[in-house]
């Protein structure tokens, strides 16, 4: 197992956390109808759920909530976050939003009509469904090395360059509304994107007059694999790094819940489009707030400032690389199958390796799920076909191409035991996997499904 990496950190302040028996968390997973997101927080042990505003925030983050401008209009924090905005991303305009699903709502409908597809490396789930609402049809364009999870590959979340030139010919130039590069790819497992492949990608953006926007959650922890796998980059800095990933697009729209370790914010940036930037505040303004707070208070504004520069510090991220390392070599070395590497992130684990009993209408990878929260109180989600849902067409179940339970590690929260209990947990379900059984829904709602649904197991 690899060496696990002092923290750059020491803990000033802390959170008790309960713990509960087996017999008590089969009665909650019964009362939740089996979904995880209807589980009380206060019965998870190790809360894996998310790394989205799960983060610890630093001392200096906490002072700038006590410093943040509350100002309706011009507020100090403001100024300091777009400040922030445009110096690491090298972007002209800064739009804060109150997270990254409504940085989607506001700018997907403007830069979309009715009727155009938008093509990915993969669409994030909430990207997905903005894409829809906003009348489009998301289509995802992976390479193929993110289909196979047992080998290894140094950026698995490439866009498949060939594939998408071949769909924007065949729907047609002016039936693409857009191309969005998840960076790092998420539902792919956190896997990483090569600047390469961002150059690729943004070569055909312009050949076929297609804006280009970067998903941008995971900014950081992308820049930080680009440095340690893309040689022309070993020696630039992350911040440069950056720079030069987003240089290639022409919009972004980021959570600001994973890398700007903040717990609520979001982004929208606009390289230099001034028209898109006047529209994008109309909307915002309608539905977000006034321009200047953008659905944030103050106090968010100034942690997430800060936050965005405690997040591209390179210390940090080869911290937060060498955890995801650990936990990655530990579940292998205990034959647990992962989507190899370990995503920037997270690990993504491999229900079908696990299950391979299980088919995908019975929801591997939500099972797993189930039962890590049964062994040891820790809580995961589905990524695959339980999270895909139902085609809004046909309204059958669309398969998933990966069936994983994803275990995503909050920043700076977790320490080395609980890694290692991670690990024997999914040691010990992997000792008894051929008798697991799988699930199946009762109720669902139409968009968005995994968030609500109730199921059951299967006798
Ligand atoms: C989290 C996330 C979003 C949505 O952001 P929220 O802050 O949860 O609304 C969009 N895209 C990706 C890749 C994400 O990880």
Redesign the pocket.
């Known amino acids: 197992m690899k060496k696990y990496m002092p923290e750059p950190f020491r803990i000033k302040m802390v959170e008790p956390i309960k713990m509960n028996t087996k017999e008590e968390r089969e009665v909650f997973l019964k009362e939740a109808k089996y979904n995880m997101f209807n589980l009380k927080g206060e019965d998870v042990y190790i809360d894996l759920l998310t790394d ?2 799960t983060n610890a925030m630093s001392d200096r983050q906490w002072s700038g909530v006590m410093i943040g401008d509350e100002a309706y209009a011009g507020g100090k924090s403001y100024f300091k976050l777009v400040d922030a905005g445009q110096d690491i991303f090298g972007y002209e305009f800064i739009q804060p939003v109150h ?4 940085g ?1 709502k506001v700018l997907f409908p403007i830069v979309m009509k009715k009727g155009q597809v938008a093509i990915s490396n993969m669409f ?1 789930d ?2 997905r469904a903005h894409v829809t609402l906003s009348g489009g049809k998301p289509l995802d364009c992976v390479c193929d090395e993110a289909k196979n999870p047992a080998v290894y590959a140094d950026f698995k979340g490439n866009m498949n360059v060939e594939k998408l030139e071949k769909l924007i010919l065949e729907f047609g130039r002016e039936n693409v509304g857009m191309i969005v590069m ?1 960076i790092t790819n ?1 539902s792919a497992g956190g896997q990483a994107v090569s600047i390469q492949n961002i150059r690729e990608v943004a070569a055909i953006a312009k050949k076929y007059g297609i804006l280009l926007n970067i ?1 941008a ?2 900014f950081a922890e992308n820049a930080y694999f680009i440095k340690l796998r893309e040689a022309e980059f070993k020696d630039s800095s992350i911040k440069e790094i950056i720079r030069e990933m987003f240089s290639y697009a022409d919009s972004f ?1 980021m ?1 600001a ?2 890398d700007a370790i903040v717990n609520m914010g ?1 982004l929208i940036g606009i390289k230099e489009d001034a028209e898109l930037y006047q529209k994008v505040k109309g909307t915002c303004i309608s539905f977000e707030g006034f321009i200047t707070y953008g659905g944030l208070s103050g106090r968010d504004l100034e942690s997430l400032a800060i936050g965005l520069y405690e997040g591209i510090d390179e210390n940090y991220l080869k911290y937060r690389h060498a955890q995801m390392e650990y936990l990655a070599s530990g579940l292998m070395e205990a034959g647990v199958a992962i989507q190899n590497p370990a995503g920037g992130h997270g690990v993504y684990v491999d229900a079908n390796a696990m299950f391979p009993h299980i088919p995908y209408y019975e929801f591997p990878g939500h099972t797993l799920c189930v039962e890590l929260y049964k062994e040891a109180g820790i809580r995961t989600c589905d990524i695959g076909s339980f999270m895909l849902g139902n085609d809004p067409e046909t309204g059958e179940q669309i398969q998933s191409e990966f069936e994983f339970a994803r275990l995503a590690i909050p920043r700076r929260v977790y320490t080395q035991s609980h890694m290692d209990v991670i690990i024997e947990a999914l040691t010990e379900i992997k000792q008894r996997a051929s008798e697991v059984k799988g699930y199946r829904i009762l109720w669902e709602p139409p968009i968005l499904r995994h968030f609500q649904a109730h199921l059951e197991p299967i006798k």
């Open positions: 989205s505003g997270q990254g699903r409504a989607e994030f909430t990207t998840t998420n998903d959650a995971r729209t959570s819940k994973k979001g």
